[in-house]
C-alpha cells in the first residue's frame, strides 16, 4: 500500500468510527509522572471536598430538594448513577482525571475487581469525542440460591470534546435475573464511596 492510500484508509475509519466503532480503542495507561501526581493529589484535600460534595448532592436529590446545576441523578428500573458536568466547573482536566481513577480505586475496596479500563476516541458531529472508561464488576459470591451483584456492574466514563472536559459519569447497572441479586443500594454506594 502506498502512503497516500494509507493516509486515505486512516481519514476512512474515523470517518466511519463511532462509540462501538472507535478510530482510537486502547487500555490506559498511566506514565510514572501521571501516577506520581496522582499520588500527591489523593494527599491534599480535592478528593475529600469532591466526595463531600458528591455526597451533600445526593442527598439533597433523594430529600426532592434542588441540586447543582452541574450533577445530575439517573434513576431507572436497572441503572442508577449520575453525571457531574465539569465543563461548568473550575476544575483542570488533570484533576477530574485524578477523581476518575480515585472513583475506580474507592470501589475496588468494595469487594469489587477491575474488568476494563479503556479510552475511545471517535469524531462526532462538531467534536471529536474521548471517552476514559473503567468497567467494574462485584467479585460474584455463590451461595445456594442467588450470586451477590453488591451494587451491580459498575462504569466511570470520563468524556472529553475536542480534549476539553465535558463530564463524568458514573452508572450501577444491575441484572435483574432469576439468577441474581443486589444487596447494595445506590445511596449505600455513595456513601461507600464518600466513607
Do not use: C
Not at 31 to 54: I, N, Q, V
Not at 139 to 166: C, K, S
Amino acid at each position: 500500500m502506498t502512503f497516500w492510500n494509507q493516509i486515505k484508509s486512516i481519514f476512512t475509519e474515523a470517518e466511519n468510527s463511532s462509540p462501538s466503532v472507535p478510530t482510537v480503542h486502547e487500555l490506559i495507561q498511566r506514565s510514572d509522572e501521571e501516577l506520581t501526581a496522582y499520588e500527591h493529589w489523593k494527599t491534599t484535600a480535592g478528593p475529600r471536598r469532591l466526595l463531600d460534595w458528591l455526597s451533600h448532592q445526593y442527598g439533597r436529590h433523594k430529600d426532592g430538594r434542588g441540586t447543582d446545576e452541574t450533577i445530575g441523578f439517573l434513576n431507572v428500573q436497572s441503572s442508577q448513577g449520575f453525571v457531574i458536568y465539569f465543563r461548568e466547573m473550575n476544575y483542570t482536566r488533570e484533576e477530574i482525571n485524578h477523581f476518575s481513577h480515585y472513583l475506580k480505586e474507592r470501589v475496588l475496596t468494595l469487594d469489587y475487581r477491575s474488568d476494563i479500563s479503556d479510552r475511545r476516541i471517535f469524531p462526532r458531529n462538531h467534536w471529536i469525542e474521548t471517552q476514559e472508561r473503567h468497567y467494574l464488576k462485584p467479585n460474584i459470591l455463590y451461595n445456594d440460591v442467588l450470586m451477590d451483584q453488591v451494587f451491580g456492574n459498575i462504569m466511570i466514563e470520563f468524556e472529553l470534546r475536542d480534549e476539553l472536559p465535558h463530564n463524568l459519569r458514573l452508572r450501577a447497572t444491575v441484572y435483574n435475573d432469576s439468577l441474581f441479586e443486589a444487596k447494595g443500594s445506590f445511596g449505600g454506594l455513595i456513601m461507600a464511596l464518600a466513607g
